[in-house]
């Protein structure tokens, strides 16, 4: 591949390009008030944490609508507390304090999601992040399963999230010290007792077993659309070897793509990681909100400097991953070279 006769090349070019970029970005973030950078997100995460007792309590009841309902919501919820809340909580994008960020890491991430936050931090924020794209360090290929066929990894295989999570999370406690790796223990300890003692007091469920089923299915409701996400966006575009990686811009135009925005997934996930991925990998510590506020900023800017800005539909990412899962999800990615632009 060769950039764009028009486009500035080089490292001078590149550089740039991001700054003017960040420039126009921050017109637009010093414009906005609170309530756009942080508050909106925190509403949405303090509605579903208030919904949580209207889930538990409708598991009470007898009537099979009232009862598909508590699941739903405490689907949603749980998605909405782990996902959305675990990935601004990770980017620091929650508030501008320090302590409060660390804070809301550690129960977002340790309590709602079952899972460390020092690796959180670390595969998400600084390799994947850091290294977009880049073979053996942010490829996503953490995500890949080649002894699983297309169908059982992508009809049955989203199923175990909620039980491999924590077990990979207890794998990763060897690599951390002590102290951290106990605190991890007891707040993944913590999360799970507590939704399963919720069951069986508030919800009168009247065995264990039944109890924790019922957290399989809650905790397993958008577990599809999770895993679709996470390949869909990076797995299948442009990758890169390690010692001829471009510049970030180019990195992350190439490298990332965007889905439409879908209402549920908004919700549960964030825009961030739906609608305005290309955005988030830009500037990963604006809050969901303000990816959606500056989109149409940096969607103008790539194209004006024609730079690729990707884009799909689910269905599309759906059908194209299941017609060629062999090449994106078994074998090796082929290396893109990007001439004038390592």
């Known amino acids: 591949m060769e950039p764009e006769q028009d486009a500035p090349s080089g490292d001078d070019g590149a550089e740039g390009l991001l700054s003017e970029l960040e420039a126009r970005v921050q017109d637009v973030v010093k414009a906005s008030s609170w309530w756009e950078r942080h508050g909106l997100d925190c ?8 919904a949580l007792p209207a889930g538990f309590l409708c598991l009470r009841s007898e009537n099979i609508l009232l009862f598909a309902a508590g699941i739903v919501i405490l689907g949603v919820c749980h998605y909405t507390l782990t996902v959305k809340g675990s990935h601004l909580a990770t980017h620091g994008a929650l ?9 809301w890491v550690l129960f977002f991430v340790e309590v709602c999601t079952s899972f460390t936050a020092e690796y959180a931090t670390y595969g998400h924020v600084k390799m994947h992040h850091g290294y977009t794209n ?7 290929s953490t995500w890949k ?3 699983l066929n297309r169908y059982v990894y992508m009809f049955l295989a989203p199923f175990l999230l909620p039980i491999i999570t924590p077990l990979v999370a207890v794998e990763r406690l060897r690599q951390v010290e002590l ?6 223990l007891g707040l993944i300890s913590l999360g799970l007792y507590s939704h399963y003692w919720l069951l069986l007091h508030v919800s009168g469920f009247r065995s264990p077993g039944s109890a924790l089923l019922c957290m399989l299915v809650t905790r397993s409701l958008l577990a599809h659309p999770y895993l679709h996400v ?6 299948g575009l442009p990758m890169f070897s390690p010692d001829k990686k471009p510049r970030r811009i180019h990195m992350m135009s190439l490298g990332v793509l965007n889905l439409p925005r879908l209402p549920v997934l908004d919700w549960a996930f964030g825009h961030s990681l739906i609608s305005c991925h290309v955005e988030h990998h830009l500037f990963p510590r604006l809050s969901d909100n303000m990816c959606l506020k500056v989109k149409p900023v940096v969607s103008q800017f790539l ?15 759906f059908r194209l991953f299941l017609r060629r899962y062999e090449e994106f999800m078994v074998h090796a990615p082929p290396i893109t070279e990007l001439v004038g632009l390592q």
């Open 134 to 140: 880049v073979v053996g360090l942010g490829d996503s």
């Open 145 to 147: 399963l080649p002894c």
């Open 179 to 184: 102290g951290s790796a106990l605190r991890t």
């Open 303 to 317: 194209h004006e400097k024609r730079l690729p800005y990707n884009e799909d539909s689910y269905l599309a990412r």
């Open 230 to 235: 996470n390949i869909f966006q990076h797995i």
């Open 43 to 50: 509403t949405i995460l303090a509605l579903s944490f208030l």
């Open 95 to 103: 508030t501008e304090s320090k302590r409060w960020s660390k804070i």
